[in-house]
């Protein structure tokens, strides 16, 4: 069996290699890399076309139309590199790295703030003052924000054997609540008094009964308390020279007439007033009559004259006026001072039969608590009235 002969392409034309020139060189390939292989000789064998295409397809380039389009064509050119081969983004953040270097510049321009904030309050970057002259000195350290109190302070045997039980009525004024118990607290503990706050909080439906409210937390304290605090929620002490001692020789009105900002005349007992247990009993408490806002401490300074005790007050404080903080606003926080029935009349009389003895209420919860790092109690008491005896207990 004769062998076949393998046949043999005839030579490109010279306008087909031509051709292929041109398509190189636009590519960016070499010779070698376009030169056709058979499939593409016999593609591309000369074959009979007509005279006029001739005309336009022979030579040794593309015609000016077809040469003139191709060079029209915008040509993709590669993303840059930089010198570790990876591709970069516009503005020239690597697109491996960019999202690695935007959270480290977020970390030191955090840090720097943090530390430029430290060195404003602390003085550094303080603005000189201009002084005599017009000369400028260096003004004094701004202060930075005071550090939270700690959360507890650890009451002391030397701080004497007596320990206070701060006795606050209340309902519906947790705005003055908040200042005044983490004030109290630290003031008392600076003083190394020994105490706890009792937040007396009413709950029931019926009108505010401060006196009431005492005679509970006067009973419902703690028996390692020796001594009470009738403390308004809305009057701070300034004055560290203001005595909360215990009051051995009778009752001691820190809040006196000529300290307190409001109340001057000289019978007057409210705001602070603080007594042991042996003389609150004496008196047999507050009276329960006094629904409302007003007059229990005047029948209470009574009752102290009559169980034949001396009242004591400051002495030596020049601070006058100011020497509390009155947190009560007015126009905010409106005082229930309306006279019901006969309690225009019976409010000026003295109560011989109620008292402590007479108190009757409920204890519906009692909780513990930390308000800004200083522990109190809140008792929720719903007091009982008798409607016969004290018709203007409620507003119905």
């Known amino acids: 069996m004769k062998a076949r002969k393998a046949s043999r392409l005839p030579p490109l034309s010279q306008s087909s290699q031509g051709f292929w020139e041109q398509l190189a060189l636009q590519s960016g390939a070499t010779r070698r890399d ?13 074959q009979k076309v007509p005279r006029a295409q001739e005309r336009l397809c022979s030579g040794p380039s593309l015609p000016r139309p077809l040469a003139k389009l191709g060079s029209a064509i915008p040509q993709w050119k590669p993303p840059p590199q930089d010198s570790r081969g990876s591709r970069l983004l516009p503005g020239g953040f690597p697109r491996k790295c960019s999202v690695f270097h935007l959270f480290v510049a977020c970390l030191f321009l955090g840090f720097f703030s943090l530390l430029w904030l430290q060195l404003s309050c602390s003085g550094d970057v303080a603005q000189p003052a201009k002084g005599q002259g017009g000369q400028e000195t260096p003004g004094p350290p701004r202060a930075c924000p005071p550090e939270p109190p700690p959360e507890h302070w650890e ?15 209340f309902r519906e004024r947790f705005e003055e609540l908040l200042v005044f118990v983490p004030h109290m607290h630290r003031f008392l503990s600076r003083k190394k008094i020994q105490h706890h706050i009792y937040v007396l909080n009413q709950v029931d439906h019926l009108r505010f009964n401060r006196a009431a409210l005492i005679n509970v937390g006067f009973l419902e304290s703690s028996n390692s308390t020796d001594y009470i605090a009738m403390h308004d929620v809305d009057l701070l002490p300034l004055n560290e020279e203001l005595d909360y001692g215990f009051p051995e020789a009778g009752p001691f009105h820190v809040a006196s007439p000529e300290l307190h900002p409001l109340y ?9 007033l603080l007594l042991s247990k042996q003389h609150y009993q004496l008196c047999n408490g507050m009276s329960n ?15 102290i004259k009559g169980a034949g005790l001396q009242l004591f007050r400051p002495s030596g404080i020049t601070t006058g006026y100011k020497t509390f903080r009155h947190l009560h606003d007015p126009a905010w ?20 039969e109620g008292g402590l003895s007479t108190v009757k209420y409920r204890v519906d919860s009692r909780t513990a608590l930390s308000v800004g790092g200083a522990p109190c109690t809140v008792l929720n008491i719903l007091l009982d009235c008798d409607k016969a005896a004290t018709p203007w207990c409620s507003f119905s």
């Open 34 to 46: 376009v030169t056709p292989g058979p499939l593409s000789q016999s593609l591309l064998r000369p």
């Open 155 to 169: 009451e002391d045997a030397s701080w004497g054997p007596h320990r206070l039980a701060v006795l606050v009525p």
């Open 264 to 272: 001057h005349y000289k019978t007057y007992v409210g705001g602070i």
């Open 289 to 303: 009559r006094f629904w409302g806002w007003g007059r229990e401490d005047d029948e209470f300074y009574r009752r």
């Open 333 to 352: 926080r409106k005082r229930d001072q309306k006279r019901i029935a006969a309690q225009k009349q019976e409010q000026f009389k003295v109560d011989r």
